[in-house]
């Protein structure tokens, strides 16, 4: 059942996304092209500016509106009139919530990859081949420095942190919209307000843990620690796992504060 | 022929009225397949639970009978449907003698005005026969 | 055995008592008249048996379950509104069915559009009024399901449509299949009825068998609610 849940949510992301892919996909080879051909001056008219500006209108565009989709299949699928399918499908409710965030992760990965491929397609149009392959090496090198220890597995580090960060303010917004959605009217402005109310309650917490761990001595510790490790991998390693394990708790909270208001205390009208 | 209900009788009692006109008339004539319960409820308009529970009831008076695997007959039996018509004919010479007696008429003049009645229109193979038979 | 059961079932909105103690057991194999005016509590019960509300006190149980992933599965449900989604054609909406629920007939759903030539192609949200409705009622009877919850099929729709959506109900609901038919417009639902149940301020005022009730009064079922709710 997740797994056809999740087929819809690529349907109706594909159908407005995909075309956008495909158009700025497209445009970089002309412009790759166009790099490799044309005269410099080629840019500098209006032609030139033209293709350049749609070009970066389709990047923004496609930015923004899988951000927009990520929030509107939730609240519209689920929380709209919509709701009234979703919620009769034989599936549970931690199914439809589960189905809406790895949906919309997937879109953002999708989207880091179509950004990827905007930029080797463009490539592709304005170098010769043998000139690619030395850039792959200098993008692996230019990697390896900044990540101190062997690249890719930082790579792959960092990109589970911020999957987990999308994941964070993913939840963060759903949860938001749950809470919203129990006001009758206003529901938009009520889940904006408890957007940023979940955001003082966060700083709160933040802030009591803080004071909890001065008291306690604990803090005092992690600063020698850290100031011993500073600059090194070990300290990395910390601060990796820290964002880590507040992340996951983070969205074990946002999930079961969603989970509940959509399985408790839904409010459809 | 369109189905109407009339409100505050029970429909089951119309719909079995229905079909006992239907059968008497020869609608439905001796020996034949009735439609089946479906087909007749969809056809009527009323919930197929009503009109099962009018042909359970004309099953009970032996007007109609189920074979299990080919449907429902009308029953081939002459008696059971001359006792039908007379049962059916009984209550509209009732209906009709009243609102002439309520009209001031007298019974020896009914008579008269039936046999008036007759004699102007020759028996024919159809129609108002039910009338005529109740004052054989 | 009931298949819908409402023991001592209580649902407040707030400091409102929307439902206030219902007991009701309904039998499979038939169709029943939910009525009463307004605000009654038509809808807040049938959203408690789809799990779309939750009791505040008291227990609603499908098939002895508690409504949930499980009992979505053998029930049916049609709510008071456009609910499908408007960017799928039609042809999609068969396939989003097809896929979750098992006991959905998409021959017969085809057949019932095909009838009604609609084409399938054609997107939901650019159906007229009147033809989505009718969508939403083909997907919903083309379940074999054990319950089928209809909340206000026939309101606001034209005497045609109105025959239509009676007629497509008969002719569809599986033969040991529950029909929970909510709606404040009894005349034209009466000859359908197997049983009524008026709701009346959050209770359960009278349920009967149509016929046993129109014998007892000598008033059709509109005719008896009009005493009843009588202002």
Known sequence: ?????????????????????????????????????????????????????????????????????????????????????????????????????????????????????????????????????????????????????????????????????????LMQIYAALAIGHQWTAHRILGSVLAYFGIDILKSVAAGILTNIGVYTGFIGLLVSQAEADAGSAAWMAGVQTATVIQSLVLIVVFSAVTWFLLDRRLNLE | MKWRFESGIPIYLQILERLRTDIASGTYPPGAKLPPVRELALEAGVNPNTMQRAFAELERDGIVYTQRT??????????????????????????????????????????????????????????????????E | MAVLECIDLEKWYGNVKALNGVNLALEPGRIVGLVGPNGSGKTTLIKLAQHLLTPTHGQILIGGMEPGAETKEIVSYLPDRDFLPGWMNVESLLDFYSDFYPDFDAGRAGQMLDALQIDPHRVFKKLSKGTREKVQLIMTMSRRASVYLLDEPIAGVDPAARDYILRTIISNYSENGLVLLSTHLITDVEPVLDEVVFLKQGHVELHENADALRERTGMSVDGYFREVFRC
């Not at chain 1, 445009?27 to 030139?48: C, D, H, M, Q």
């Not at chain 1, 090198?141 to 999957?163: E, H, K, P, S």
């Open chain 1, 1 to 169: 059942m997740l797994t056809k849940l999740i087929g819809y949510e690529m349907k109706a992301f594909g159908r407005i996304i995909l075309p956008l892919y495909a158009a700025t996909i497209g445009l970089s080879f002309l412009i790759g092209l166009g790099i490799r051909f044309l005269p410099e001056k080629a840019y500098t008219n209006w032609v030139g500016g033209l293709v350049i500006t749609t070009f970066s209108v389709l990047i923004v565009a496609t930015m923004v509106m899988t951000a927009v989709l990520c929030v509107q299949r939730f609240y519209q699928n689920l929380l709209a009139n919509e709701g009234y399918l979703m919620f009769s499908l034989p599936v549970g409710t931690h199914t439809l919530i589960l189905s809406k965030a790895l949906g919309a992760l997937i879109w953002a990965l999708l989207g880091c990859l179509a950004g990827i491929a905007t930029m080797t397609v463009m490539a592709l149009g304005a170098m010769p081949f043998r000139e690619i392959g030395r850039a792959l090496r200098d993008i692996s090198m230019a990697l390896n420095r900044l990540f101190l220890r062997d690249g890719l597995v930082q790579c792959l580090i960092w990109t589970l942190i911020a999957v987990l960060l999308f994941a964070v303010m």
């Open chain 2, 70 to 135: 080919s449907g429902r007959f009308v029953t081939g039996d002459e008696t059971a449907l001359r006792q039908l018509r007379r049962s059916l004919s009984e209550g509209v010479v009732d209906e009709m003698c009243s609102r002439l007696v309520r009209m001031g008429m007298k019974k020896d003049e009914i008579v008269t005005a039936v046999r008036e009645w007759t004699s102007e229109n020759p028996e024919n193979k159809e129609g108002p026969g039910s009338c005529l038979k109740a004052n």
